[in-house]
């Protein structure tokens, strides 16, 4: 039982290149999601789904792109890189979207944009 | 909207020193407050959990109450170790946000336990 799992652990992008963060969970979760963490900001919400085939936008979504065509996989895909997506990725599942469950991490992804 | 307020770091302590991390939050509903901690190089784990007033959360020495008359859910520890060096964050989920019961975070406190 891996848990959630992320890849790459570290990517160093350019301005306007594209990119997939994969993530996979294999907890049988319905609920996943996206954050980002910025220094002195917390975690924030980028996207999510609650189950496969749908998907919703976060607090901060512009730049982002996601999809859920099976219950595992929930990759995030930066379209055109910018110097303001420079962060740390976390993905987390949880069993379904009720507001008791606890939330699982993945270890993140460190991205810069150049 | 939503919004958790969480004690500024980093907080260095001795070992076994008395532990206070202060939060305090505003939502619209009655939400479900959590804390998480991150250890270096890892992603956020559950340290303990509140779901409603006057519920006690506890885990690994830590305990938070949820205090709805204060808004808040202030994590202690009586006695830290080393081990516990981590960045903490405070966490509500609002029930009212039903469909997405994301958790809005505080910034996190650094907490660096020194020998």
């Known amino acids: 039982n891996a848990g959630v799992t992320q890849t790459p652990k570290f990517q160093v992008l350019k301005t306007g290149q594209s990119m997939t963060l994969q993530c996979a969970q294999d907890?049988?979760?319905?609920?996943m999601s996206w954050y980002r963490q910025d220094p002195g900001m917390g975690l924030r919400l980028i996207h999510y789904?609650?189950?496969?085939?749908?998907?919703d936008q976060g607090e901060v979504p512009n730049g982002y792109n996601v999809s859920r065509s099976t219950t595992e996989d929930f990759p995030l895909r930066l379209l055109s890189a910018a110097p303001s997506q420079t962060s740390v990725y976390f993905c987390?599942?949880?069993?379904?979207?009720?507001?008791?469950?606890?939330?699982?991490f993945g270890p993140g992804t460190r991205l810069t944009v150049l | 909207g939503d919004s958790v307020t969480q004690m500024e770091g980093p907080v260095t302590l001795s070992e076994e020193a008395f532990l206070t991390i202060n939060c305090t939050y505003t939502?619209?509903?009655?939400?479900?407050l959590f804390w998480y901690v991150q250890y270096p190089g890892e992603g956020l784990q559950l340290l303990l959990k509140?779901?409603?007033?006057?519920d006690k959360g506890s885990n690994k020495g830590f305990e938070a109450t949820y205090r709805k008359e204060t808004t808040s859910f202030h994590l202690e520890k009586g006695s830290v170790q080393v081990s516990d060096s981590a960045v903490y964050f405070c966490?509500?989920?609002?029930?009212?946000?039903?469909?997405?019961?994301?958790?809005?975070f505080g910034t996190g406190t650094r907490l660096t336990i020194i020998p």
């Open positions: 987390a599942s949880s069993i379904t979207s009720g507001p008791y469950n606890e939330q699982f």
């Open positions: 966490a509500l989920s609002d029930p009212t946000n039903f469909g997405n019961e994301k958790l809005t």
């Open positions: 509140a779901t409603k007033a006057d």
């Open positions: 939502a619209t509903g009655y939400p479900s």
């Open positions: 789904s609650v189950g496969a085939g749908i998907t």
């Open positions: 907890m049988n979760h319905e609920y």
